[in-house]
């Protein structure tokens, strides 16, 4: 292990630890910023640092030593997309636009049925994780699931056979502090594969600067695509609000049942599952959560496609001229690193994957919402916040040139929304509207304004 400039040559504090120490992660000094990526729980050698039920960490100041890698691999105050770019791809770059540095594009499911009928989209992510436990080339994998005593928490688990894999299937819309998992790493031998989202990811890379020897168990990340997690009570305020107990349930779906899946509460009894509100999770209810339940820090994430990642997964929600989904139940897939091209041509060739080929087609290079949100309101908030003297983090990606007043004022809304989602009485309101029956005619005037849009589109064409 490295020596810290804070430590003495045995390893001992140089002054007592306090929680403005300026060698922790940022989550002591600036609870705002972090991003509850779990890397400091997961790197601190002494466990001084555990996880507490809000899934922000806790601090044992006693067993602190001031090593310092709590703070080297915390990816919140600080991403520096330039040191990274140079890092994974070898090439100082600080932007390549939303998909970020893409050697291929696929679009594609698992061969495994059960891996695809279980997956948020095409259960890609599952099938190339289980390629690399069956082919021996890591021995675990660094994943999610519910909770069994409490099904209403997500929680980061090792899977290390086909079930827990099937267990770990779908999304899970929630803070899961996945580099926790790191923790555990230290103690197993072998070596791991994660999939996890952008601000793990640049844990992740600063945790292979930081302590290379933890960092090598871990030779492949396939990372999700992100739009902003959303906070955990989220689960339990919609099982409140349709009446359900939590000790009546023994699973919280967050896409449960035919893609593109429903919120949904499995129960311990023989009951149907039932759904927690009308819409479906791309027709309207995940653009709701997000609008009230986004953490601080994700509201301030430049990085939806996992730009550091070996291979990034996403929805294919590409859609034809009439506006119907062109795939459903598949996945998109962008090789970026070396590792990624040999992963993806092993789990082809062993007929885990089928894909087709698209990089060459530019309906599949935009991912239009999330490069709005990423690519501008993210930054100009990043600005508005930084200029009104609250914390930020620090990035070298800057507010486009080309912003228009229109965006600046769509991103003043959009913080002021989930400011007042802050506020429990005004976001069980909105959302016992927005998920009750009286939302329906919201929901078919969605639908009905994009069938139109389309309509349109194709007219012109013709
Ligand atoms: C919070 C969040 C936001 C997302 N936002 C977008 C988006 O805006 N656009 C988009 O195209 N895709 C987004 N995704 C990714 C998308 O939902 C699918 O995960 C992705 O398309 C892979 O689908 P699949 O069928 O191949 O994965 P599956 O085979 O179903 O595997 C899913 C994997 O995701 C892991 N996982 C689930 N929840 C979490 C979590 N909270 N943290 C870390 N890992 C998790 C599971 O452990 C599992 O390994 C998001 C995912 C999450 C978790």
């Keep these: 292990m490295k020596n810290s400039p804070y430590q003495s040559a045995d390893g001992k504090p140089l002054q007592p630890v306090t929680l403005d120490s300026p060698f922790l992660s940022v989550a002591f000094g600036a609870k705002e910023l972090c991003a509850r990526s779990g890397c400091c729980v997961g790197v601190c050698p002494e466990g001084a640092i555990t996880l507490g039920d809000d899934k922000y960490p806790v601090l044992d100041l006693k067993k602190c030593t001031a090593c310092g890698l709590c703070g080297e691999v915390c990816p919140g105050g600080e991403v520096k997309y330039g040191e990274l770019a140079e890092q994974v791809f070898g090439e100082h770059f600080v932007d390549r636009g939303f998909d970020g540095q893409v050697e291929k594009t696929f679009v594609g499911y698992a061969t495994d049925e059960r891996f695809r009928k279980g997956g948020a989209g095409g259960g890609m992510v599952t099938a190339l994780l289980h390629h690399l436990l069956k082919t021996g080339q890591v021995d675990g994998c660094l994943v999610t699931r519910m909770n069994h005593e409490k099904p209403w928490r997500a929680e980061p688990f090792i899977a290390t056979s086909y079930e827990e894999l099937c267990e770990s299937q779908g999304s899970r819309y929630s803070i899961v502090p996945m580099n926790a998992l790191w923790a555990d790493l230290r ?125 990034s997964v996403s929805d294919a929600w590409t859609r034809n001229e009439d506006g119907e989904y062109k795939f459903k139940e598949h996945s998109r897939l962008l090789i970026r690193t070396g590792a990624g091209q040999a992963l993806i041509k092993s789990a082809v060739e062993n007929g885990d994957l089928e894909l087709v080929d698209v990089t060459k087609d530019p309906s599949y290079s935009t991912h239009k919402m999330q490069t709005k949100r990423k690519g501008s309101l993210a930054p100009i908030r990043v600005e508005r916040w930084k200029n009104a003297g609250r914390p930020v983090p620090d990035y070298d990606r800057t507010v486009p040139a080309d912003v228009t007043r229109k965006e600046r004022v769509t991103e003043f809304l959009g913080s002021s929304m989930l400011r007042a989602g802050r506020c429990k009485p005004f976001r069980m309101a909105v959302m016992g509207f927005l998920t009750s029956k009286y939302a329906i005619p919201l929901i078919k005037f969605r639908l009905w304004r994009k069938k139109r849009k389309y309509a349109k589109r194709k007219a012109a064409k013709a």
């Design 187 to 311: 103690k197993r031998e072998g070596k791991f594969a994660a999939a996890i989202l952008p601000c793990q990811t640049h844990g992740f890379r600063k945790l292979q600067k930081a302590d290379p020897e933890l960092a090598a168990k871990i030779p492949y990340v396939i990372g999700l695509f992100c739009g902003g997690s959303l906070e955990p009570n989220l689960t339990t305020e919609m099982l409140s609000m349709r009446g359900i107990k939590k000790d009546e349930i023994k699973d919280f779906q967050f896409r449960g049942g035919d893609w593109p899946g429903q919120m949904r509460a499995v129960f311990k009894d023989d009951r149907p599952p039932k759904p927690l509100h009308y819409s479906n999770y791309k027709d309207g209810a995940y653009n709701y959560f997000t609008s009230l339940y986004m953490p601080e820090r994700c509201q301030t994430c430049l990085d939806g496609s996992n730009e550091f990642s070996d291979v």
